[in-house]
């Protein structure tokens, strides 16, 4: 009898506590979408029920706490709450043109709320770096060597893509004067502006342009960068900014991968030009050694700066002495390779080029500062709006995608992004340089993330049981006096002239090899024929099969092949940045058709994601 009734009382209990269920959506959550903040539902305990001195929870009790997706669920203890939800297509379309329509039709709301956002931090973007002596000054050192490689090596190309008309000397003063200006004046200083492939490319293409219709190329330049200028501030007017949310990983990785290629295709041609200098194309006995030299001078600084550049990951030496060898490696292996070239007997012999700058501080052709830019006819002057759309869509894209890079969560940072300030300071800045036919600059994704590494700190978390950022130094100083150096290394140029052209076709390597790192489109194009069993649990050939996974892959590989096309073909390279645009409609309206969300997903590809609205 005892048995019985005690069976009733656990019957009933159980009834009273399952009294409620709980209605998950039916769609996946992914980690990529901003998950609301957790909070805690309090669910009311059932009537109590005595059984002689022990009695089960009664309404003094606490009552029950489960952890639960507030914006996801709702459950009461006695009933099911029905929960309207509008259609997650219906309402991402609805988002989606009300933020199209936001941004042509509040023109300033972007920069104002950019403004207010960064405001209260003005006197602490420049003060922090007092604050932080320790780690600033070694950032300035580090930061400034990283900089100056790039700017001296696409110089030395530069000089030879436009005819002697841009050279290395304007790449550094205009790499140093606007990389100080925009420290200044951008709304996120950790972003870091300078010379990049795709745009020295751009150059070349322009320089082809003008040579194939007998124009002047410095004033066509000119004109072109003041169209872009003013295009450039129209977008941060208007709030264009925050349309580069629908670019998604797709687009970054297909980009970065030009960006790579990119590097590696300026390298190698260098290197192919100094063999056909020597006859290695023709029918004469040519004379190899002098190239030859100077490609095992370039594998073996792309060597020595990779090596130096993972030795953080490796055992060796301490933490501190591995921070040095990585941060300074880049610029002493450029400086023993110059020595070496310069000193011994053995390799100075056999005359390696080296780069092509003045003994004094003077513009190419010993031109003058001002552009004269009376001599392009009126509508050649209008014209030059239509480069000017495919370099601005260009600088669009490259210098956001580099932004966003800064902003991500997971550097922590934490005085705000400031998309509009940041292409309203890139657009008057490249109007300045265009007056003077100085190389424009844009975001420079290497030496911005580089930046950003240098001031976080970390601390070891004992639970997580490995390093976590404390903290970021985030201060506009730091890059101001970085390109201050920069800008002074005019100053050094008969040392310059001793640097070896093959050691700056090595740095491109290097610099072509490290943007492929993290790329997953690359990394799958790798796996594509990989056995499943080889390759981690989480790979996306083990979530959505090989077939979605190589025909995803497949799609990005042939979208690279155009824009390679486009940009390598003389006719139409002045136009490629345009077809850049053409990812993000072949990602917004044709993937869709193609995959589920799930497996774009699971291929780390999630739509953009607006907030959704249950009521």
Known sequence: MRLAFSSLMLLITIKQFTAFHITLPQRPFHHKYKTPKTTALHLPAPPALRLGPQSLPNEDDPPLRLKINSTLIKATSTAIVPVKATTLKSLEKEEENNLIRSTFTTPFSGLRSDFQRRRPHIFSDYLDFFKHPTQSFPAILFL?????????????ISSFLTGMNIGVVEFLFSCGTAGMGYSLISGQPMGFIAPTGLTLAFIGALFKLTEAYALPFLPIYSFVGLWTSGLMILLSVFNASKLIRFCTRFTDEVFNALLSFNFINEAVSSITRDFAKHGAFTKTTPNLTTPFIGLIMSFTTFWATRQAHLIQYRPTFNRSVRKIIKNFGPATVIIVMTAINTCFHGVSKFSLPTLNAPDTFMLSNNRSWLVNLSVVPTHIRYLCILPAIA?????????????RTINSEDNNLKKGEAYNLDMLALGVITGALSVFGLPWMCGATVQSVAHVKSMT???????????VISGVVETRTVPFIVHSLIAASVLLLPVLRTVPIPVVSGIFLYLGRKLMTGNQFLRRLRDCMSEKTRLPFDHPVNKVGRKVMNGYTLIQLVALGILWAFKSNSST???????????????????PKIFTEEELVSLGDASPRVKTVFS
């Not at 370099?391 to 932004?403: G, V």
């Not at 345009?578 to 309206?589: D, E, H, N, P, Y």
Request: aromatic share 20%; with cysteine.
């Open 457 to 467: 700190t970390y601390e070891f978390d004992d639970d997580l049981e490995t390093e």
């Open 573 to 591: 390279a002045i136009f490629f940045p345009s077809v850049i645009g053409f990812l993000i409609a072949l990602r917004s309206w044709v993937l």
């Open 391 to 403: 370099l601005t869509a260009l600088f669009y894209l490259d210098h956001n995608i580099s932004i």
């Open 144 to 156: 400034y060597f990283a900089c100056l490689a790039p700017a001296v090596s696409f110089g030395t």
